[in-house]
């Protein structure tokens, strides 16, 4: 059971490329999210899929679009990056009432 | 808006030693509660959760938290460290109702000394 899959693990990119990551779970869950952790600031929730069609903006959604594709796969798009952008993302899904959260293993993202 | 508060952002204990983690909540009702454990270079894990009922949670590795609405606190704890402990720990709320999503503090990274 992979529960929740990301991809790329790694990837520098540089100042105006773009770029889309991509997460898909394996759990049947409605709900999915995108976060962004840097240090000292915890985890900052940039936008979220309650269930599938439907998407809202988080704490931090300036820079990034999302997609729900389906159930399963819920991708974050960078469309012109930016230094400030460098962080770690975390993709995570629950069921609709969010009362745990499994969370992917991370896209270390460098921008340059 | 609600939001987490996590005391001390480095914690160091002796292997052995009690474990306290401190986390406040700002809610004017009181929320979801969770504790979740980063190991270096992976994604977070649930330790535990208080949804409704006992306020005294028990989790995954010997870990524990009480809900204390009194206090708006809902600290981890456990009674001996052992050095397979060291990692980060975040405290998260969720409302009953509105966004349901997470809100993380900042973060507590525990250090155990041999």
């Known amino acids: 059971n992979a529960g929740v899959t990301q991809t790329p693990k790694f990837q520098v990119l540089k100042t105006g490329q773009s770029m889309t990551l991509q997460c898909a779970q394996d759990m049947n869950h409605n709900s999915m999210y995108w976060y962004r952790q840097d240090p000292g600031m915890g985890l900052r929730l940039i936008y979220y899929?309650?269930?599938?069609?439907?998407?809202d903006k988080g704490e931090v959604p300036n820079g990034y679009n999302v997609s729900r594709l389906n159930k399963r796969e819920f991708s974050l798009r960078l469309e012109s990056a930016a230094p400030s952008q460098t962080s770690v993302y975390f993709c995570?899904?629950?069921?609709?009432?969010?009362?745990?959260?499994?969370f992917g293993q991370g896209t270390r993202l460098t921008v340059v | 808006a609600q939001s987490v508060t996590q005391l001390g952002s480095h914690v160091s204990v002796s292997e052995g030693a009690l474990v306290l983690l401190r986390c406040n909540y700002s809610s004017s009702v009181p929320p979801y509660l969770f504790w979740y454990v980063q190991y270096p270079n992976q994604g977070l894990q649930l330790l535990l959760k208080y949804t409704t009922g006992a306020t005294l949670v028990k989790g995954i590795n010997g870990f524990e938290a009480e809900f204390k609405k009194s206090e708006t606190s809902f600290h981890l704890t456990k009674p001996s460290a052992h050095m397979s402990d060291a990692a980060e720990y975040f405290c998260?709320?969720?409302?009953?109702?509105?966004?349901?999503?997470?809100?993380f503090g900042s973060g507590t990274r525990l250090q155990v000394q041999p």
């Open positions: 995570a899904s629950s069921e609709v009432d969010a009362r745990e959260a499994f």
């Open positions: 899929s309650a269930s599938e069609g439907t998407t």
């Open positions: 998260a709320v969720r409302r009953y109702t509105g966004r349901r999503a997470l809100t």
